[in-house]
């Protein structure tokens, strides 16, 4: 039985910390859905709020979008050799994982060897490769499954239908990839910022800028079957533009993106269950969270303008 | 089914003529996009036409359920002001919020099409038959196109080709300087406006067809494949069209005959989006690896054969100065693979300079010629650099080395007249004269 059954969106939290506290105390009680969305939400926020400053500082955030495209192919491309190598039998999910690595790799390859070697704008090059690659994946899950929703759901993810096993997943990565973060913190900031002063101190731009790619790709790959891609570039922005508007220490913004994010997704679950206890409608749990962190650029932006305003008012 | 019957069918030719104008307009729009370097803008508004296609299929499935074939008129509608509120929302970050465009970009296209997911799960289980309608615009269904389609995409592109054609000695100006266009009079803002309005109904047009999740392929691509054969903006406009038009009449074709071929249990129809995208980036690659002059396979070629073309003349002076050598002498002063120099040396025979006896290579009667003239010109050079430009010691030789392979008869005649025909280079070494052996 959920224990969030018919609550409003302040019943939620009241429930919601009453658990956290009990759990505190000692009293275990199995994670309800709910409890799973905000977990694997958060632990997603987490990865994406340590990675997206330096994507979003790198000038990646579009190739980002490309990767959380791309993969699809991968995902597709695994499936569809896992089923004529071993007829569908060996088939898991690491197979998968595999195919969208290898699919994330070769994106940039591609974007990268287009840049350099073909000599085509970057923008048009991360446009090509992956609008291409996607109609690719989109082609061969339509001849094999017969259904094209496959590839919608493979966007947007299913937030609706999680567990535990996706909130062991999600939370392995946020501690890989903030631990990575917070171990080559120094070499990070150095290169995103400052490439020549970088390659004075003997850091290597292009393995940093490898191991950033990649990072992106885990992350892509570890929300993609969670809650999809969509939500993975709104996490990886969405926070980080937020936070920018109130400091510009990077070390205070990889704090507060992931708390930002954090936030959002409970507030989010707090919303999408709060609609389906009083409204009986149910809605994509995902979509929510993108649009909460969406509001909260918004109405971070309007309150900065706003006090911006009142203290020139206030100095004048 | 013959290739005729797509444009005149009446069940054919809607899809057809509707994809080949949409294609159109949206590969013109693509070329002004290209050139401003902010081709993935149309990627962004593309996707933010989502809430505005679900809000508008559901206004009408409210109001007038009676009318679907009419439906498109409202998403139309619905997808021109969201993706209208969404380029607004990006100019509005990157100038309120001093945000990156790629930042702000990606951030837009997240949260539009994120609103869009929410309404369109409201939609699932409330209009079910509705939401089907919804999700085949996400990767485009041309099939059911109709004539009353084909009106008003003919209008609209239209509308894009008149613009561009009308304004095109603005339009090049502002593509190229902004600055200049404003000190000239252009109305460069009024243009800019333009340009946006009309980038929007390209793209709100090609969501029928192509789809609001790969719609930016179709600004992308043509554009790309075009820029390959031609630096005249008149010509990159009117090739990017005609690889539109082509691509979107061949992907619908395939999507078409694709979906019969592959219906042989259950129906199948293979979404018209993804074939006209893999269609038009395949023109892009092609054009990119192949097209003459910028293609990568012509500049890898020309890069080989000057290449082989140094190392030729450089064993032609090595073999002038020495006399004869055999195979290993010359390969010692080369740092190059024994392919390549067996290769150069097969050419020098061919054509008659070097000859081979006893295992010594040496140089013919036109070898020596040819050889003398490298020497003169690389002598030539320095003595150039030496005297009109006042280079001096190692640095000159070494410029020299690379300039003899690079000068051209008619320098070689204007260098002879500007130093008054010497006969002797910085270093006293005798000058070949060009008549010698005549």
Not at chain 1, 289 to 312: N, P, S, T
């Amino acid at each position: 039985m959920n224990p969030y059954w018919g609550a409003g969106f302040f019943e939620f939290f009241a429930i919601f910390f009453s658990r956290i506290g009990q759990f505190m105390l000692g009293q275990f009680s199995a994670l309800s859905a709910d409890e799973v969305q905000v977990g694997v939400l958060s632990c997603v926020a987490i990865s994406c709020g340590v990675v997206g400053p330096f994507l979003v500082l790198k000038k990646m955030a579009m190739f980002a979008n490309s990767l959380s495209h791309t993969i699809l192919l991968g995902i597709v491309s695994s499936y569809l050799l896992a089923s004529f190598l071993w007829g569908g039998g060996m088939f898991d999910l690491s197979t998968l994982l595999m195919g969208a690595a290898v699919a994330a790799f070769l994106t940039a390859i591609f974007t990268e060897g287009f840049v350099r070697f073909l000599r085509l704008q970057e923008e048009a090059s991360v446009g090509l490769v992956f609008t291409s690659l996607f109609a690719l994946g989109i082609v061969l899950v339509t001849l094999y499954t017969r259904n094209v929703h496959l590839g919608v759901e493979a966007v947007m993810g299913n937030v609706d239908a999680l567990c535990f096993s996706d909130f062991r997943v999600a939370a392995w990565l946020a501690a890989f990839n903030a631990l990575l973060i917070a171990l080559f913190y120094r070499p990070f900031q150095i290169v995103s910022f400052d490439s020549n002063f970088a390659k004075t101190l003997g850091i290597s731009c292009g393995f940093f800028h490898s191991l950033l790619l990649f990072l992106a790709a885990t992350v892509c790959i570890g929300a993609f079957r969670s809650v999809g891609v969509l939500l993975v570039l709104a996490f990886l922005v969405g926070p980080y533009l937020t936070a920018r508007l109130f400091s510009s220490r990077l070390s205070r913004l990889l704090l507060l993106s992931p708390l930002l994010g954090i936030l959002a997704s409970l507030i989010g679950v707090a919303l999408s269950r709060h609609l389906l206890s009083v409204y009986d409608l149910p809605l994509s749990t995902g979509g929510i969270v993108v649009m909460v962190i969406g509001l909260f650029y918004v109405m971070a932006l309007f309150g900065k303008l706003c006090m911006c305003h009142r203290w020139e008012k206030f100095h004048a | 089914m013959s290739f005729l019957d797509f444009f005149t069918d009446p069940v054919l030719r809607g899809p057809t003529w509707g994809t080949l104008l949409m294609c159109i307009s949206s590969s013109l729009m693509g070329v002004v996009l290209f050139f401003k370097k902010r081709i993935l803008l149309g990627e962004s508004l593309s996707h933010a036409t989502y809430p505005g296609v679900v809000a508008g299929v559901s206004f009408f499935a409210f109001f007038f359920p009676a009318h679907e074939e009419w439906t498109f008129v409202a998403v139309l509608g619905g997808a021109f002001i969201s993706s209208l509120l969404g380029l607004k929302a990006i100019e509005w970050m990157e100038q309120k919020g001093k945000v990156r465009s790629d930042a702000a970009l990606c951030f837009v296209l997240a949260v539009f099409f994120g609103i869009g997911t929410v309404g369109a799960s409201a939609m699932q289980l409330a209009i079910p038959v509705w939401y089907q309608q919804v999700q085949i615009l996400l990767f485009g269904q041309a099939a059911t196109m109709s004539d009353s389609h084909i009106i008003l995409y003919a209008v609209l592109s239209s509308a894009v080709v008149l613009f561009i054609t009308c304004s095109f000695r603005p339009l090049q100006a502002l593509l190229f300087d902004r600055d200049f266009a404003k000190s000239a009079g252009i109305p460069v803002l009024f243009l800019e406006k333009m340009v946006f309005w009309l980038l929007l109904f390209s793209i709100v047009l090609g969501i029928r067809s192509v789809g609001v999740v790969l719609m930016s392929g179709m600004v992308i691509a043509p554009v790309i494949a075009a820029r390959q054969f031609t630096h005249q903006l008149r010509m990159v406009f009117f090739l990017s069209a005609c690889f539109g038009a082509l691509s979107g009449l061949l992907g619908n074709i395939l999507s078409v005959i694709g979906s019969s071929y592959f219906s042989f249990q259950e129906t199948l129809t293979l979404p018209t989006g993804p074939m006209i995208i893999l269609v038009s980036a395949s023109f892009a690659l092609f054009s990119l690896l192949f097209a003459p002059h910028r293609g990568w396979i012509f500049r890898l070629s020309r890069m080989v054969f000057f290449r082989l073309r140094c190392l030729q003349e450089n064993i032609l002076k090595a073999l002038w100065r020495n006399g004869s050598l055999s195979f290993l002498d010359l390969r010692k002063a080369h740092a190059i693979s024994s392919f390549s120099f067996r290769l150069a040396l097969f050419g020098l025979s061919q054509e008659g300079w070097i000859e081979k006896k006893g295992g010594l290579f040496s140089l013919t009667k036109d070898g020596i010629q040819k050889a003398e003239s490298v020497v003169r010109l690389h002598r030539l050079w320095e003595l150039y650099l030496a005297r009109a430009l006042g280079f001096e010691g190692d640095r000159i030789h070494r410029n020299a080395e690379e300039m003899e392979h690079i000068l051209t008869p008619e320098l070689e005649r204007q260098l002879t007249v500007l130093l008054a025909n010497p006969t002797a280079d910085p270093h006293n070494q005798p000058i070949p004269q060009k008549e010698r052996g005549l």
